[in-house]
């Protein structure tokens, strides 16, 4: 009993199946991570990693600054690095799970690697300080988040 | 003064009513990510959503039917199953995102961890949908919502070069680090944060819960004509505040923090709070209504009785459903990250809408439905433009989905 | 809202719309019409089916099977509602039962009659034509009879072409959607083939398919037939 030639609804069914199972695919697959099979690819995903690293480590110094004016309540403060470590802990497990393809490779990854873990521990080492409430010491603790930031944006601009 | 009273309520509630998290998250991005290159999409949305809810509405009070019951007569029980399960489903994800939504602002104002919330959420969910009268709920939700008129103070605050904002918005270009691909995955993802099913079935649905009349009509066409631009001059604020503070640090949504951060920059404690309350009350209204809005569809789809508008005993498939529903999403909720899910679900909001507009514009035409009030010519010619950009971003949306790893 | 007093087409007019009962309470929606086949004239519409199996039937093959499966496990809502014409009234954009919800129970549960014909048995089967030949896939029926009795409604003939989505939305009823008028043009266009064929022309009805002695251009246009 066909109301609309068949294509039609395949159509869409199809576009609707395929598009739920496209989105559990994805949702529960974005932390999965494919092997790079070139240097050019790991290269990239190894500024991929740096860009997000980056982007939590810009928004700790944003969040530290602002907590230290007393614009930010401890609570806010400590959720804001609690979520920026954990993203730039993803971001270096993610990237310490590839294999790396040859040995060039190897060196970028040793490089990348020694940033984002220096990253990473200043990151929690905010995060502990906003959830003792330490808020007025946050943006000098912050001071260390420079060079990491810089050292992070100079890799990216190497390797793009 | 009544009159003056229910346009104002209106209003507001429109205002209010529009944002939730997908607009929080999302518009959020694309300032991020593309500065105000995506700002001309907010403004394609705000034509197809403004068009969109003022056919549905029409309809709704003029023959007292509600969206799906209307599209099931139309299209018939297949093709208007396939309609239901791609909105439900869309509608469930977009809950989802909304119930754990809550719990990240709970988390943001007590730091205790989301999921701890997500139960309580959806219990209090659960009573207010059951106690309250229809409207009394919704007109608290989105008056409460108003303080995220913040937004516009924020924005104001910061002081932004609007010459250099409006220069950006008609002169999209590409950053360094991204590419055509992600614009138009994004671009997809902000006519889906403006153009959401589930809000245009539940405005039409509401519509037959009120009791709207024919003499209705100059109030419905006020809300909408009035109240959606102004609440999309907040989903606006949202990608202004992404352009100037957050992509000139770097900084991409993928926490509700980078969210509120360009607000208390401009305007500390107060504004912190404010924002908290806004997005509490925005997203919260929004979780209450997807659930109605999915259970309403399931329900009209099938003829069952639903509503608020009769005695609980004599909707009991409708409440039924609404139980289940919560359960389900409460349990889900648990599992994803609440802001991809949010991104997601904007993106196929946009997929689907063609679907429901569809029906609606046909029906909107049809003077069995709607006596004299059919659509005028501007209104058509606009909305077939629209309806086959929409069927273009529906057919765009998995393979940009799928070359872009979901990522955007 | 006002419907065509002579002709109404089953899909387009009836199938689907929300059945209501006394004091309002929606009860469900129209899933499946039965006429009984009269040796005097055409078969009259005896019955309107709501709900339980009868949805179920409405999409063919496996999913009825799988619906009626379901079905049984709910027991007695898996029974559709089987509701004599004379009991309902149609308005302007509802069927209004005589009785209240709670009153319907006797209704549940289908019997078989004999001669009897069903909307989901007609619509989708294929007409073959004389000589074997096919001439589409019945797309609606056509039912003809006054305003607002559904009991005086007979089946007046078949609408027969897979292009007449048209027909379905509305857009070929005489007080129908008067725009979009691109999208009205558009359906015009789709449905250019679809026909009509009177019942007296019809000489076999079987599973899945209804046999004319008429050959597939003697068929005339539906545009023909329609008034206005």
Redesign the interface.
């Known amino acids: 009993?066909?109301?609309?030639?068949t294509r039609w609804?395949g159509r869409?069914?199809f576009?609707?199946r395929?598009?739920?199972v496209?989105?559990s695919l994805?949702?529960l697959c974005?932390g999965c991570v494919l092997p790079a099979r070139s240097s050019a690819a790991f290269e990239g995903k190894a500024v991929e990693s740096a860009?997000t690293a980056?982007?939590a480590v810009?928004?700790a110094?944003?969040?530290a600054r602002?907590a230290s004016?007393?614009?930010?309540?401890?609570?806010?403060a400590?959720?804001?690095m609690a979520?920026a470590e954990k993203?730039a802990n993803d971001a270096q497990s993610s990237f310490d799970s590839i294999q790396p393809p040859d040995h060039r490779s190897d060196r970028l990854r040793d490089r990348l690697d020694s940033i984002l873990s220096k990253a990473v521990s200043a990151l929690a080492r905010l995060r502990i300080d906003a959830?003792r409430g330490h808020l007025a010491q946050l943006e000098h603790r912050a001071r260390a988040l420079q060079t990491i930031a810089k050292r992070l944006e100079q890799f990216q601009q190497a390797h793009? | 003064m009544k009159k003056a009273l229910q346009f104002t309520l209106g209003i507001l509630t429109a205002i209010g009513g529009m944002i939730d998290i997908g607009n929080l998250a999302g518009n959020t991005e694309a300032g991020a990510r593309f500065g105000m290159g995506l700002a001309w999409v907010i403004a394609v949305g705000l034509v197809a959503i403004v068009l969109y809810a003022n056919m549905a509405g029409r309809v709704a009070a003029i023959s007292h039917r509600a969206a799906f019951d209307v599209i099931r007569e139309r299209l018939g029980p297949r093709v208007a199953m396939v309609n239901l399960g791609a909105s439900a489903a869309l509608t469930l994800l977009t809950l989802v995102a909304e119930v754990a939504g809550v719990g990240l602002v709970l988390q943001l104002a007590t730091g205790l961890n989301y999921r701890l919330w997500i139960p309580i959420v959806a219990l209090a969910l659960w009573a207010i949908l059951w106690w309250s009268k229809f409207e009394t709920m919704e007109r608290s939700y989105a008056l409460v919502g108003l303080t995220l008129l913040v937004l516009l103070a924020a924005v104001w605050a910061l002081h932004p070069d609007s010459g250099d904002l409006l220069h950006r918005s008609v002169h999209p270009a590409i950053p360094h680090g991204e590419d055509l691909k992600s614009y138009f995955y994004l671009a997809i993802a902000q006519f889906g944060a403006m153009v959401t099913p589930y809000q245009v079935l539940f405005f039409s649905s509401g519509a037959v819960e009120e009791g709207w009349t024919a003499r209705d009509l100059a109030v419905e066409r006020v809300n909408v004509f009035i109240g959606f631009p102004v609440g999309a001059m907040l989903a606006m604020a949202l990608m202004v505040l992404g352009a100037v503070v957050l992509q000139p640090r770097g900084i991409t949504v993928s926490h509700l923090s980078q969210v509120g951060l360009p607000v208390t920059l401009a305007l500390g404690r107060s504004g912190l709070w404010l924002v908290l309350v806004g997005m509490f009350a925005a997203v919260f209204g929004a979780a209450a209504e997807a659930t109605l809005s999915t259970a309403y569809s399931i329900c009209q789809y099938f003829g069952w009785q639903w509503g608020k508008f009769v005695r609980r005993p004599e909707a009991p498939r409708f409440w039924s459903l609404l139980v289940f529903l919560l359960f389900i999403v409460t349990t889900v909720a648990l599992i994803f990250d609440p802001i991809k899910v949010a991104l997601f679900s904007i993106v196929f909001s946009a997929a689907a809408v063609p679907l429901t507009f569809f029906p609606i514009l046909v029906v909107a035409n049809d003077p069995a439905y709607v006596g004299e009030k059919t659509n005028g010519p501007v209104t058509n010619v606009l909305a077939v433009i629209l309806l086959v950009l929409m069927v273009i971003v529906s057919l765009a949306t998995v393979p940009l989905l799928v070359a872009t790893r979901g990522n955007g | 809202m006002i419907h065509e007093p002579d002709a109404v087409h089953a899909l387009r007019d009836l199938a689907d719309w929300q059945v209501m009962d006394a004091d309002s309470h929606m009860i469900g929606k129209v899933d499946d019409l039965l006429f009984v086949a009269r040796t005097d004239g055409d078969p009259v519409l005896t019955s309107i089916l709501v709900g339980g199996v009868a949805y179920a039937k409405r999409f063919g093959g496996a999913w009825t099977r799988a619906f009626d499966f379901l079905s049984r496990r709910l027991g007695e809502h898996g029974e559709p509602l089987d509701l004599p014409v004379t009991l309902v009234e149609r308005r302007a954009s509802d069927l209004r039962v005589g009785a209240e919800r709670e009153a319907l129970g006797r209704y549940r549960g289908r019997a078989d009659r004999p001669g009897e014909l069903c909307l989901s048995d007609l619509v989708g089967a294929e007409l073959i034509g004389a000589g074997d030949r096919p001439c589409g896939r019945v797309a609606d029926l056509w039912l003809a009879g006054p305003a607002g009795s559904l009991a005086d409604l007979r089946l007046h003939g078949l609408i027969v072409g897979g292009g007449a989505v048209g027909d379905r939305l509305g857009f070929e009823r005489a007080r129908g959607p008067v725009g979009p008028v691109g999208l009205r043009g558009l359906f015009a266009w789709l449905g250019r083939h679809t026909r009509f064929l009177p019942w007296h022309d019809v000489t076999v009805v079987e599973p899945r398919a209804v046999r004319t002695h008429r050959a597939p251009d003697e068929l005339r246009p539906l545009s023909e037939v329609e008034p206005g």
């Open positions: 009993m066909e109301l609309l030639p609804l869409r069914r576009a609707a395929a598009g739920l496209t989105v994805v949702l974005s860009k980056a982007g810009a928004t110094r944003l969040c602002q004016s007393g614009k930010l309540t401890a609570a806010f400590s959720v804001t979520d993203d959830r793009s």
